[in-house]
């Protein structure tokens, strides 16, 4: 488990992080979402104890990052925006090497052997790195990261650079490594984070404006769900039905599709599931249903919405990682 608490840091009189809570359980595959400059990595920097944080608190199953260092950051493998590799080393001797610095207790070989065939290097063991292709690199370093089997992984911009097949070999492998390590995973890229986590923060201006599970973002930000029904009828006639479901909070005819079809939305109280009532509703007076979706916001749009406001509200002069 990762507990931040409080977590803010100053570069002179800039506000990099401003004072930042959030819990990440044991499994779990954290999304860390913000546009460039939001405080993301500095944030990353300090709940790895590369840097020190002005004020707050970050505790990795059970230890604190500057009360005991060395112990915290045993528990951590961290991937930065640019892998930490040597270049002129091959692939097998740089992991060696990781495993001596880490102080590593598992038998050297079969560990080593094991996280190569977990991120599929295993045939690029003997090659130097400065031969291998940037998404082979990406590899690696996740391998450096995964050494010593750390409960707690934190990746930051792991799929900048890569081309769209590196990208979805990378985001299956941080899926699975969710299976065994609790997992933040740091990205200005929606698709990514929609593809790849549990769960989502997202960060403007150093604080975090939404935290919710992937799937319920949109309505934990707008407190309310909408429904996206196409529906043949006479519309007012239908507006007046659905309008009577109790959760409903408003019914728009924003679409004619053709004579006697047209869609709508229906926005409603996110604490209900109306699609039922919708149903009955529209067989009691005859009109049926042709299409029926959610018609909540996207990522996308609650991102910018997010952003936009966070940055209207007061941006900090300059940017920071």
């Known amino acids: 488990m990762v507990e931040v608490k409080n977590l803010t840091k100053y570069y002179g009189d800039i506000k990099a992080v401003d004072d930042i809570s959030f819990t990440v359980e044991t499994g779990e595959v954290l999304g860390f979402l913000g546009p460039n400059g939001a405080g993301k990595s500095t944030t990353m920097n300090m709940i790895t104890g590369y840097i020190s944080s002005t004020s707050g608190t970050v505790t990795i199953d059970g230890s604190e990052i500057l009360e005991d260092p060395k112990k915290t950051k045993a528990k951590i493998g961290y991937l930065p925006e640019i892998p930490p590799l040597y270049i002129?080393?091959?692939?097998?001797?740089?992991?060696?090497?990781?495993?001596?610095?880490?102080?590593?207790?598992?038998?050297?070989?079969?560990?080593?052997?094991?996280?190569?065939?977990?991120?599929?290097?295993?045939?690029?063991a003997d090659r130097i790195i400065k031969n291998l292709s940037k998404g082979y690199r990406q590899r690696v370093g996740l391998a450096q990261a995964?050494?010593?089997?750390?409960?707690?992984?934190?990746?930051?911009?792991?799929?900048?650079?890569?081309d769209p097949n590196q990208i979805i070999?990378?985001?299956?492998?941080?899926?699975s490594l969710g299976k065994r390590h609790t997992v933040i995973f740091s990205s200005h890229v929606l698709s990514e984070i929609s593809a790849t986590c549990d769960r989502i923060i997202v960060i403007s201006n150093g604080k975090i404006v939404a935290d919710a599970k992937t799937d319920e973002l949109s309505t934990a930000v707008s407190g309310e769900q909408k429904l996206a029904l196409e529906i043949e009828g006479i519309s007012s006639n239908v507006i007046a039905a659905i309008k009577k479901i109790p959760a409903v909070i408003?019914?728009?005819?924003?679409?004619?599709?053709?004579?006697?079809?047209a869609k709508y939305v229906v926005e409603y109280d996110k604490s209900a599931?109306?699609?039922r009532d919708v149903f009955?509703?529209?067989s009691r007076i005859g009109c049926p249903i042709l299409d029926m979706q959610s018609g909540n916001e996207t990522l996308e749009d609650m991102f910018l919405k997010l952003t936009a406001a966070d940055q209207t509200n007061g941006s900090r002069k300059g940017g920071v990682k």
């Open 88 to 124: 002129d080393m091959t692939v097998r001797k740089y992991l060696e090497f990781v495993f001596d610095l880490k102080k590593v207790k598992l038998p050297e070989k079969e560990h080593i052997d094991e996280v190569m065939r977990l991120v599929r290097i295993t045939e690029q």
């Open 146 to 162: 995964l050494i010593g089997n750390p409960p707690v992984l934190i990746l930051d911009e792991p799929t900048v650079g890569l």
């Open 169 to 175: 070999e990378i985001r299956k492998l941080i899926k």
């Open 250 to 261: 408003r019914v728009s005819n924003y679409h004619d599709v053709r004579e006697g079809v």
């Open 273 to 275: 599931d109306i699609r």
């Open 280 to 282: 009955n509703a529209m």
